[in-house]
């Protein structure tokens, strides 16, 4: 039961300082950041121990380093699904709540601590301003493009593909699900390094939904179990989708956003409101940084 502490020890802590916001690939992040990556954006948590940001692989006029209150805006808006495509959608807080448990408990103290500040205040934000937003989630956007009785292929085990599983459940859906490790449900179940062995032999009509990056190889082998694929819905990053050269109608993420962009989201006025509470909230951090000379680690004590 023995090993070091490295909350006891300030040289193995990784103290943050600043982040760099930016989509998904668009420039390599300084070696040493704490990444956490979604299918649209990358956020690197710079710390003590991070190279230089000044770098001409850099773009910064589109990626600022940015610190202290504009920092913890950016982020909290981030979390709080207002800088979404789906304004409000709560997708993004759970792939943060995600993030920060793949922490490290010691060394990444710091960021943990500031992680649970940020979920605090997002959970305010939301309850005060953001109630009936995200209405348009990315299950029920998917559930619409699917007929009923349709056979589903689903692929990915994280909280994405979960929404997704959760929206169609209570239709008359067969779901198979598809991933790189085994999960306890109710749904069939198959891992994708089992896919070329033919597990499945389906001729029901079927539905391809995408929700976790996956190789080409592995979705050819999948869709080659199902004779009779009908529709493919891909939610990959643009950076991370591929052709298909099955006989099936392809509905992106960019077309599920248009879809979620073409209706009502709320009213303005409540958006305005969560942003300046936001902005805010952002100050405050900023003048507690004044008496805080350590870092976000010292301010998030």
């Keep these: 039961m023995g090993g070091a502490r490295y909350d006891h020890d300030p040289v193995r802590l990784r103290l943050i300082h600043q982040l760099i916001h930016q989509s998904a690939s668009a420039a390599p992040v300084p070696s040493g950041a704490i990444l956490w990556r979604t299918c649209l954006r990358e956020v690197a948590f710079l710390t003590e121990g991070t190279d230089s940001p000044d770098s001409e692989d850099r773009d910064d006029a589109n990626a600022p380093v940015l610190t202290d209150a504009e920092a913890y805006t950016l982020l909290l808006e981030i979390v709080c699904g207002l800088r979404s495509p789906l304004v409000g959608e709560t997708e993004v807080q759970a792939q943060f709540k995600a993030f920060l448990a793949s922490l490290d408990r010691w060394r990444d103290a710091p960021l943990l601590r500031l992680g649970q500040r940020v979920l605090a205040d997002a959970k305010v934000i939301r309850e005060r301003h953001l109630q009936g937003f995200g209405a348009h989630s990315y299950g029920s956007l998917v559930a619409r493009h699917v007929p ?154």
């Excluded at 198979?176 to 179940?189: C, L, S």
Aim: glycine letters at 6%; a negative charge.
């Design 148 to 301: 009923e009785g349709r056979r589903i292929i689903l692929v990915g085990t994280g909280a994405l593909a979960a929404e997704v599983a959760g929206s169609l459940a209570s239709t008359r859906h067969t779901i198979d699900r598809w991933g790189r490790r085994p999960v306890d449900d109710r749904h069939v179940y198959h891992l994708l390094s089992t896919a070329r062995d033919r597990p499945v032999e389906s001729v029901d009509p079927a539905t391809l939904v995408i929700a976790a990056p996956a190789s080409q190889s592995d979705l050819l082998a999948v869709a080659a179990c199902y004779s009779q694929l009908r529709e493919i819905i891909d939610m990959r990053a643009s950076d991370e989708r591929s052709a298909f050269a099955e006989d099936a109608h392809v509905t992106t993420l960019d077309d599920l956003f248009v879809e979620a962009r073409s209706g009502s989201t709320g009213p303005v006025s409540r958006l305005s409101a969560a942003r300046r509470d936001i902005s805010s909230l952002g100050q405050a951090y900023g003048r507690r940084e004044e008496l805080h000379p350590f870092g976000w680690d010292d301010l998030c004590a």
